[in-house]
Each structure stands twice: as structure tokens, then as C-alpha cells.
């Protein structure tokens, strides 16, 4: 370890490994796990937001159908409960993505994804949610020169295609006038398409609305096996079984219930610290009093935010792939990544010098190779998944939701027909394949940082198939 690297090892002793957002005396307890059998018109595996919100739209569209929801362990405990709260409009993960993919869409899927962060919101007033709900935009921040260019060519699609609208370029002191950072060169402002949130304070909200509306919740009680049960589809649980007419998956990065749909995804660790409650001294010395949503433009990107207690988030970066995507509850802890995000985080804000971090923790999202969620059914239209997020499910899962239930319900909509939902990423290789790929791109992508934004043929041939690694 690298003897620099060691000087920010005292902001850190007292860093509980804990999310921060789950360290929280008001956390609900868990409901109790499903005994015997149960029987519903729909049963919900999953308890994130991907579940969490198909069992409310579910039962708002029609109040007497009967929902289960059974999760594995608690309500909100994972990717969800464990984000940095940035709940995105974008659909797509970012306009660059979607445009890349479906550039004839690309209008249709911003307004779908303007209409359903709009929904988010009226849906966080009606039930009465109490998740620190703030519509405040996102920046992309340009750190190098060549993140400049990208930015501005990115600004200028959006204009020539009419989705510039809320778009605002910052230069160098414009973005300096929002957070004063001396790393920060630039940056593209979307004033309306992000909202910041407590995430796990929305996971339980909704659960407490899905209770309200009649959802039957059961916790700890995991989903072992799918299998077909006369004109519906059973789910073996530890202790008994739930029969529904039709089944939604949302159980995202962990394995699906669909085996066919496992190549698709594969877990990917993501980890972050939050500082200590910030002085009104130590916040006037870097502004950011627009509270807006952070991240900077590199492949090895940070995501960075204001809590509504004062406190900076500041995750990313490290991106680790574990052998044969196997899911390990020992990578929610990596101290040699926690050592790197905090020297990044004084370089970033050396105003800040002596705070320190009370929490640090990691956990997995699940990754596909076009970055943003996938769709489909089984078992003759009984099943319906959604899956892929790549970290910014926390508002595209509200669309999939919708997704999945126009999916079960065969009604062809204006979300069902786009060519996002009726088409499927590129599987992943299998292993060893898959784990040399990941760490050649990984490689790829950090050289491109350090050598101003040049793919080399790998990343250059990814973008040729249609993989394009890009973040």
C-alpha cells in the first residue's frame, strides 16, 4: 500500500461498516416469514423497489387483485437500501447510453423517463413517504480536459434533437459558483431530471404503502424454486409455497428464479463513505447550496451528495467483479478501496481537510452489458422480470414495474412496443472468459482515464458489438 495512501487512513477509525442509511433506530422490524401455502392473482418476488413498486401498481390499477410480496430477507436491506440515492429520470443510464443504442427512441424514452420521475414524486406526496424527497437536478462534472468535450458534444445532441431543455453548460467558474472544488473544470447541469432521496427511508415507504393497500408482505422468506401449478406458478419458500396466477421477479442481482435470464447479469461491488455531519463553516467553504446530485465524468467515475443532515456521500470508482459472480457478503467490506475513496475525497475538497467518516460500506448491483434494464417473460407469459439496472434503478424500477405488469397483463402499450423492452442485452461469457473480459475492460477504461479519453482496440472493438463500456 502506498505510503500516501496511508495519511487518510485516520479519517476512517471510526467509519462503522454499516450503510448509512440503514443505521437508523427507526428502521422497521421485519414482518414474519410465510408459514404453509398461500394462494394470490399475484405474487411478488423481491422486496427492492423493482418489487416494492410492482405490488403498488399492481393494486392501485386493480384494488381487488390479491398481491403477495415475499423478499429473503428484510424490506430495502440490499442495492436498495444501500445507494447513493439518486433517483435519475434517464431510463437509459444517461442520454450517451441511449442515444448510443437507441437513437431512434431516444425522444420517446426521455419523455417516459420525464413522466415516470414526475410519478415518483407524486407518488412520495400521496403516500405520505418521508425519504428527504429534493428535485434538485444533477451535475456531470468535467475533471480532465477531455471530459469538456465530451460534455459539450453531449449538450449539443441534446440541443440539435430537442431534449436540451433544462440542460444548462457550466464552465470552469460557473461550475466552481455551484461547488467550489479545484478539481472541477466543467460540468453539464440538468436541472429537472434527478431527484435526491433517503433510499431506504422510500424502500420503507413504500412497503408501508403496500401494506395500506392490502399487499400481503412476507420477510425473510426466500424464493427457492419456480415451477409451473396448474394454470399458475408456484415459488417453493423455506417453510411453505405461494401459488399465483402470475409471478414478478424483481430479485434483480441475485439469481433468477428464470435460469435462462442468469447469463445476462453479473454482480458488480460498489462502495461508499459518508462523512461526519459538516459545519456551516466547513459547507460555506465549498458552497453547493443547489444540493444538487454529483458525478464526475471519468470511466472510473465518483458519485458524490448532500444529505439532508449535512453530511457528503461520496462513492464509486472501485467497480469489483467477484469469480463466477458469485455474491460474497465478505466484499461489503473492502478497506483498501475505503482508503482510496478517501484520499480521492481530499483531493477533491481539501477545504475539508479533518473531517471524518462515520460509515462505509459496499454491496452488489447487478450489471448488464447495455447498462440499463432488460425485460422479458416465461413459462407462457405467467412470469415477467425486469433486470440490469446498473445502478440507477432507483427510478428506472418504478418503469420497469409498469413493464412487467403490461408484460402479464399481454396488453401492448406504449412501453411494451419500444425496442428497449423488446430486445435483450448480450449475454456474458462463460467463465474464465468472463472474468478475463471484465478485468481486460476494467484495465481499458483506467487507462483511457489516465490518457485523455483514448479507447484503446479493446474498448473500441466492445463499442463495435455493441457493448460499449463506457462507466
Known amino acids: 500500500m502506498a505510503p500516501n495512501a496511508m495519511t487518510f487512513a485516520p479519517s476512517l477509525a471510526d467509519a462503522t461498516p454499516t450503510p448509512y442509511w440503514l443505521d437508523d433506530p427507526a428502521r422497521p422490524e421485519p414482518l414474519p416469514a410465510l408459514t404453509g401455502d398461500e394462494q394470490c392473482d399475484l405474487l411478488v418476488v423481491g422486496g427492492g423497489y423493482s418489487g416494492l413498486w410492482t405490488a403498488l401498481l399492481a393494486k392501485e390499477r386493480d384494488p381487488d387483485r390479491d398481491v403477495v410480496l415475499i423478499e429473503g430477507r428484510e424490506v430495502g436491506w440490499a442495492a436498495s437500501g444501500r445507494n447513493g440515492g439518486f433517483c435519475a429520470a434517464s431510463l437509459t443510464h444517461g442520454l450517451g447510453n441511449g442515444l448510443a443504442r437507441w437513437p431512434g427512441e431516444i425522444a420517446a424514452l426521455e419523455r417516459l423517463g420525464e413522466e415516470n420521475l414526475d410519478a415518483i414524486e407524486r407518488a412520495v406526496a400521496d403516500h405520505s413517504i418521508d425519504c428527504d424527497f429534493e428535485r434538485t437536478g444533477s451535475i456531470d462534472v468535467a475533471t480532465r480536459p477531455h471530459h469538456l468535450t465530451e460534455l459539450a458534444e453531449l449538450y449539443g445532441q441534446a440541443g440539435r434533437l430537442g431534449l436540451g431543455d433544462g440542460l444548462e ?155 463466477g459472480g458469485r455474491l460474497n457478503a465478505e466484499l461489503d467490506q473492502r478497506p483498501e478501496t475505503y482508503l482510496t475513496l478517501a484520499g480521492h475525497f481530499f483531493r477533491c475538497f481539501p477545504q475539508l481537510e479533518g473531517v471524518r467518516f462515520t460509515h462505509a460500506w459496499g454491496g452488489a448491483i447487478d450489471t448488464c452489458s447495455r447498462f440499463s434494464a432488460f425485460f422479458g417473460t416465461g413459462h407462457r407469459g405467467r412470469v415477467a422480470y425486469a433486470a440490469g439496472y446498473t445502478g440507477l434503478g432507483v427510478g428506472a424500477s418504478r418503469f420497469g414495474a409498469e413493464v412487467m405488469l403490461d408484460l402479464l397483463a399481454g396488453e401492448r402499450t406504449e412501453r411494451t412496443a419500444l425496442e428497449m423492452t423488446r430486445t435483450k442485452p448480450l449475454p456474458f461469457p462463460p467463465e474464465p472468459a468472463a472474468w478475463a473480459g471484465i478485468g481486460l475492460t476494467k484495465w481499458s477504461l483506467a487507462r483511457a482515464d489516465a490518457h485523455g479519453g483514448r479507447r484503446n482496440a479493446w474498448l473500441r472493438t466492445l463499442d463495435r458489438l455493441g457493448l460499449g463500456f463506457d462507466s
Open 169 to 323: 453548460l457550466l464552465d470552469r467558474d460557473a461550475m466552481r459558483a455551484q461547488v467550489d472544488s479545484p478539481t472541477f473544470l466543467g460540468g453539464l447541469w440538468d436541472r429537472r431530471g434527478t431527484a435526491m432521496l433517503h433510499p431506504a427511508k422510500l424502500a420503507w415507504g413504500l412497503k408501508r404503502a403496500c401494506l395500506a393497500l392490502g399487499v400481503r408482505i412476507y420477510e425473510n422468506t426466500r424464493g427457492l424454486r419456480l415451477a409451473a401449478a396448474g394454470a399458475g406458478m408456484a415459488v417453493r419458500t423455506p417453510y411453505g409455497r405461494v401459488i399465483g396466477r402470475r409471478v414478478a421477479l424483481g430479485t434483480n442481482v441475485f439469481p433468477s428464479l428464470l435460469r435462462r435470464v442468469r447469463p445476462y447479469t453479473v454482480p458488480v461491488y460498489d462502495y461508499a463513505l459518508m462523512t461526519e455531519v459538516l459545519s456551516p463553516e466547513r459547507l460555506a467553504g465549498i458552497g453547493w447550496r443547489g444540493r444538487q446530485g454529483l458525478g464526475d465524468a471519468a470511466n472510473q467515475f465518483h458519485y458524490f451528495r448532500l444529505t439532508a443532515d449535512h453530511r457528503i456521500l461520496w462513492g464509486g470508482y472501485d467497480a469489483v467483479y467477484p469469480f
